[in-house]
């Protein structure tokens, strides 16, 4: 290997390992899903773990960020038919980087994709994450 090569790998690897915070759920979270970006981490799970058409369910998150967000937006929307959901979710913060989104309702089959973003001073980030509901 030449040792132009060994240096892209070096800098490949520590940009790697430079982009995301690491993410540890908490006690008792089993996360269903993760979701990442440059410097955030997100772990999310659905309450209850399988997802219904026409029934409300939850979304419990822990957000890991190098910048603490001030805040987390969670809304769904269906991709290939353009449209989201018909309600709107209340998102609560729980202490130590997590949350709790309720009142969220899936009214048809079909892939889904959850939208979460992270809200910080003078910026939001947004995360999404595939889901199929039967």
Not at 58 to 77: E, G, H, I, N, T
Not at 100 to 112: D, V
């Amino acid at each position: 290997m030449s040792v132009r090569a060994v240096a892209g790998l070096a800098t490949a690897l520590a940009v790697a390992s430079a982009a995301a915070e690491p993410c540890a759920a908490p006690a008792g979270f089993t996360s269903a899903g993760r979701v990442e970006s440059r410097d955030t981490v997100l772990l999310y799970r659905t309450v209850p773990p399988r997802i219904e058409v026409g029934k409300h369910f939850a979304v419990d998150a822990v957000v890991c960020s190098k910048a603490a967000p001030s805040a987390l937006r969670v809304d769904a929307q269906m991709p290939a038919h353009r449209h989201g959901m018909n309600y709107r979710a209340r998102v609560a913060p729980q202490g130590d980087g997590r949350y709790r989104a309720e009142g969220l309702l899936f009214h048809m089959p079909g892939q889904w994709q959850f939208v979460f973003d992270v809200e910080r001073p003078g910026r939001t980030e947004r995360l999404t994450a595939d889901v199929v509901v039967e």
